[in-house]
């Protein structure tokens, strides 16, 4: 079993116990559109080696986001072996990164605005409320546009900077054919083909 796989499974251990979810919050001024991170080839950092990431929160505590092209191995119906509609489902939880690993966030689309979620781009949501994933897990087509996470990504108020400043990371615009891409593992190769290929600069975040 992978590591991302153990984590995934203490992921459900973690629910059952009721420990916190994660938490998201977004600066309400002018926050800039959504974008992705793509990582340099030769990024030494195990955990976010050719990942691609999708922010998701953007305020004066710096930002995070959760790593979209690293499916594990464990099944998003080991999460909930109660709802029926994930019976014959094999659609698998995300490695949202290396931070609070206890936690669970998803990502997912929807034409009306939910209660508890945070906006990320248009029509394209993210929350970390347990009845809420439920509800939508519970649906006739229960993954559609939907992504479970295990932990997020984040850092501090200056460190992303940094970090793009010296080539770690090439920002690209996001979008929800991107994000709900049902070929994850190629992700990677093809947009840091295009981020190679784009000059990128330092906006806010």
């Given amino acids: 079993m992978t590591s991302m796989a153990r984590l995934a499974r203490a992921l ?25 991170l793509v990582s340099r080839a ?4 195990p955990n976010f080696n050719e990942s691609v990431i999708l922010i998701t ?3 004066r505590l710096g930002p995070a986001g959760v790593i979209i092209n690293k499916p594990t191995r464990v099944r998003v ?13 094999d659609d698998k939880v995300f490695f949202g990164g290396p931070v609070a690993l206890n936690t669970v966030s998803f990502v997912f689309r929807s034409a009306k605005e939910p209660d508890d979620a945070v906006e990320v781009m248009k029509d394209v949501y993210v929350s970390s409320n347990v009845d809420l994933l439920r509800d939508l897990l519970s649906r006739d087509r229960p993954t559609e546009d939907l992504r479970v996470f295990v932990g997020y990504a ?3 108020p200056t460190q992303l900077e940094d970090e793009m400043s010296r080539g770690d990371w090439r920002r690209l615009d996001a979008d929800a054919r991107t994000v709900f891409s049902r070929r994850p593992e190629a992700l990677w190769p093809l947009l840091d083909q295009k981020a ?3 000059r ?5 975040y």
């Fill in 12 to 36: 459900l251990l973690a629910l059952l116990a009721g420990l916190p979810p994660a938490s998201f919050a977004e600066d309400e001024a002018s926050a800039p559109p959504a974008w992705l």
């Fill in 42 to 45: 030769d990024l030494p950092d």
């Fill in 57 to 59: 929160q953007r305020n």
């Fill in 77 to 89: 119906a080991e999460l909930f072996p109660d709802i029926k509609a994930l019976n014959t489902v």
């Fill in 154 to 156: 984040g850092w501090g």
């Fill in 196 to 198: 190679s290929s784009v």
């Fill in 200 to 204: 990128v600069r330092w906006g806010r």
